[in-house]
Nanobody, 117 residues
């Protein structure tokens, strides 16, 4: 069982920056880690993902503004969010793919990010 503990988030004005962190309780067999978000009334969507080797991928809506990074020694993934827009508002969830032969997804409980205009 892997627990993901998120920190960061909060309220910021448009154009501002925030940083999210997510620490995993175990490092064994953690593969890709990512951030998803869910805006009010919308489905959860992928924001960014990073593999254990450091390859990254971003949603088109955040590419160039957000940066995902990972510290494998600390079992922690980060999301640096710059030039925030009101449409970035939502609950941000950390996710980890765990396993070798079978991959299991684990989720954090989410952190609210609110961007005011």
């Amino acid at each position: 069982q892997v627990q993901l503990v998120e920190s960061g988030g909060g309220l910021v004005q448009a154009g501002g920056s925030l940083r999210l962190s997510c620490a995993a309780s175990l490092s064994i067999s953690i593969n890709a880690m990512g951030w998803y978000r869910q805006a009010p009334g919308k489905q959860r969507e992928l924001v960014a993902v990073i593999t254990s080797g450091g390859s990254t991928n971003y949603a088109d809506s955040v590419r160039g503004r957000f940066t995902i990074s990972r510290d494998n020694a600390k079992n922690t993934v980060y999301l640096q969010m710059n030039s925030l827009k009101p449409e970035d508002t939502g609950v941000y969830f950390c996710e980890a793919d765990v396993g070798v032969a079978t991959i299991t997804k684990y989720w954090g409980i989410g952190k609210l990010v609110t961007v005011s205009s």
